[in-house]
T-cell receptor
Framework: DAGVIQSPRHEVTEMGQEVTLRCKPI?????LFWYRQTMMRGLELLIY????????DSGMPEDRFSAKMPNASFSTLKIQPSEPRDSAVYFC?????????????FGSGTQLSVL | EDKVVQSPLSLVVHEGDTVTLNCSYE??????LLWYKQEKKAPTFLFML????IEKKSGRLSSILDKKELFSILNITATQTGDSAVYLC?????????????FGTGTRLQVFP
């Protein structure tokens, strides 16, 4: 299995631009999570999906952030418009919960820099 | 509010030393506690603990959970430079029909030769 695949690996953009981060979870996993990691706040859960349905988006910082999961093999996290304070590493993770598989498998992350 | 607190924030040791990393938590309807190791990029899974008093072991690493006192420890014996990483503790609870994995800010371990 290729694991969780994220793209791009690095994104540098200017303030005000739209940013789209992409994630392909591990095949067969029914949960997908988006996390943001910064030095100050550590790993923060932004939103998670179960069977493609958003379950909890209380961690999404504001309306500039949106996430979709149109099918079981693809999810996007969009920031529009982006701001310098959005600079962080964004991780996508997937898991198969309910069958003793509560552990998350993380992608390699997207390093976002907003100038 | 659910929270996970790790200590110490940072630890510097020499190869061969033994270290103990701490994780305390407050979470609604606790389900499990997980330890992850993060070296450069993605965190990688180490242990999942659900029952008190049962030690999980993998080589030089071991971990145990105390559900009464709401904490867990991660022990690393005979440390090596390859153990240098950030160690993350995460707790899964269940509240309001959702089950989130909440992470602590991590303990940064540096092992010098």
């Amino acid at each position: 299995d290729a694991g969780v695949i994220q793209s791009p690996r690095h994104e540098v953009t200017e303030m005000g631009q739209e940013v789209t981060l992409r994630c392909k979870p591990i095949s067969g996993h029914d949960y997908l999570f988006w996390y943001r990691q910064t030095m100050m706040r550590g790993l923060e859960l932004l939103i998670y999906f179960n069977n493609n349905v958003p379950i909890d988006d209380s961690g999404m910082p504001e309306d500039r952030f949106s996430a979709k999961m149109p099918n079981a093999s693809f999810s996007t996290l969009k920031i529009q418009p982006s701001e310098p304070r959005d600079s962080a590493v964004y991780f996508c993770a997937s898991s198969l919960i309910g069958q003793g598989g509560e552990k998350l498998f993380f992608g390699s992350g997207t390093q976002l820099s907003v100038l | 509010e659910d929270k996970v607190v790790q200590s110490p924030l940072s630890l510097v040791v020499h190869e061969g030393d033994t270290v103990t990393l701490n994780c305390s938590y407050e979470v609604t309807n606790f389900r499990s506690l997980l330890w992850y190791k993060q070296e450069k990029k993605a965190p990688t899974f180490l242990f999942m603990l659900t029952s008190s008093g049962i030690e999980k072991k993998s080589g030089r690493l071991s971990s145990i959970l105390d559900k009464k006192e709401l904490f867990s420890i991660l022990n690393i014996t005979a440390t090596q430079t390859g153990d240098s990483a950030v160690y993350l503790c995460a707790v899964r609870g269940e509240a309001y029909n959702t089950d989130k994995l909440i992470f602590g800010t991590g303990t940064r371990l540096q092992v010098f030769p």
